[in-house]
T-cell receptor, first 112, second 119 residues
């Protein structure tokens, strides 16, 4: 089927730790992939995206690489801050329409 | 450019009432999508409008409806409110752009949401 699977949260880390949030997808082709972030009490913000295989999206110190071999788009950051505490959503573009298919979201908690 | 705006930001209603939420997309965006977000169900797609026509629809009952105006602004309406309709309602506007791989990419940009509480 068409789905997006994210690692279950919450993920709790100390400040300056290395972050990885796993995201894998199923698809018949090579859809565009996205990471969105939702800070407490706010809407979703586009964090980064990748529109073709091996493409790397990056923003605010976060990176994710489109890996078609492993159908993955893991989110990474070298040194997290307390202000990165939020819920992170992985999504892929639909095949027959442009609607996004969403992961369940991963809550990230960064402790000082 | 101004971002996506949603009004009102907060709303309290009672069971059986109806509610109308408004969304103004980013200038130039013709597609508007609506989502319901609850702690238990996560992010669920309601419907999408493009050029005043509903283009996609999620699995919600007919009490949930929407429309889009010629200026791309969109409204969604929920009639006969139930307690379970309490949620954050998010609107996203989008634009089709060429992707690096030669196809088209639709990137969604979200508003801050309307938080609805049904008592």
């Amino acid at each position: 089927g068409n789905s997006v699977t994210q690692m279950e949260g919450p993920v709790t880390l100390s400040e300056e730790a290395f972050l990885t949030i796993n995201c894998t997808y199923t698809a018949t082709g090579y859809p565009s992939l996205f990471w969105y972030v939702q800070y407490p009490g706010e809407g979703l913000q586009l964090l980064l995206k990748a529109t073709k295989a091996d493409d790397k999206g990056s923003n605010k110190g976060f990176e994710a690489t489109y890996r078609k071999e492993t159908t993955s788009f893991h989110l990474e950051k070298g040194s997290v801050q307390v202000s990165d505490s939020a819920v992170y959503f992985c999504a892929r573009q639909g095949d027959s329409n442009y609607q996004l298919i969403w992961g369940a979201g991963t809550k990230l908690i960064i402790k000082p | 450019k101004a971002g996506v705006t949603q009004t009102p930001r907060y709303l309290i209603k009672t069971r059986g009432q109806q509610v109308t939420l408004s969304c103004s997309p980013i200038s130039g965006h013709r597609s508007v999508s609506w989502y319901q977000q609850t702690p238990g169900q996560g992010l669920q797609f309601l419907f999408e409008y493009f050029s005043e026509t509903q283009r996609n629809k999620g699995n919600f009952p007919g009490r949930f409806s929407g429309r889009q105006f010629s200026n791309s602004r969109s409204e969604m309406n929920v009639s006969t409110l139930e307690l379970g309709d309490s949620a954050l309602y998010l609107c996203a506007s989008s634009l089709l752009e060429p992707g690096l791989a030669g196809g088209l990419v639709e990137t969604q940009y979200f508003g801050p949401g309307t938080r609805l509480l049904v008592l």
